[in-house]
Nanobody, 115 residues
Framework: QVQLVESGGGLVQAGGSLRLSCTASGSIFSINAMGWYRQAPGEQRELVAATTRGGGTTYADSVKGRFTISRDNAKNTVYLQMNSLKPEDTALYFC?????????WGQGTQVTVSS
């Protein structure tokens, strides 16, 4: 059984920073990709950032230049450094971990950015 533990969400003012972390544990032999999604009330869930085992990264256009995803394969942990936060970034952020042939989701951590 796989568990994902997320942390780092909170309330910040516009222009501030947060760092999210997600650690996967349990019966995981390997992880192909890890990433972060977010969903605001009334909106669709969207990919924020993702990283592959080889270190490749992808970002939503709305966060490019502000967010940085990183991964510690030894710890099965993915991070999302969020700088220059905007009110539009307010959402529930979900960690996503993908071993071969399956995907796991975290419970979500709330990020709220005030004006």
């Amino acid at each position: 059984q796989v568990q994902l533990v997320e942390s780092g969400g909170g309330l910040v003012q516009a222009g501030g920073s947060l760092r999210l972390s997600c650690t996967a544990s349990g019966s995981i032999f390997s992880i192909n990709a890890m990433g972060w999604y977010r969903q605001a009330p009334g909106e669709q869930r969207e990919l924020v950032a993702a990283t592959t085992r080889g270190g490749g990264t992808t970002y939503a256009d709305s966060v490019k230049g502000r967010f940085t995803i990183s991964r510690d394969n030894a710890k099965n942990t993915v991070y999302l450094q969020m700088n220059s936060l905007k009110p539009e970034d307010t959402a529930l952020y979900f960690c996503n971990v993908r071993p071969p042939n399956v995907a796991f989701w975290g419970q979500g951590t709330q990020v709220t950015v005030s004006s």
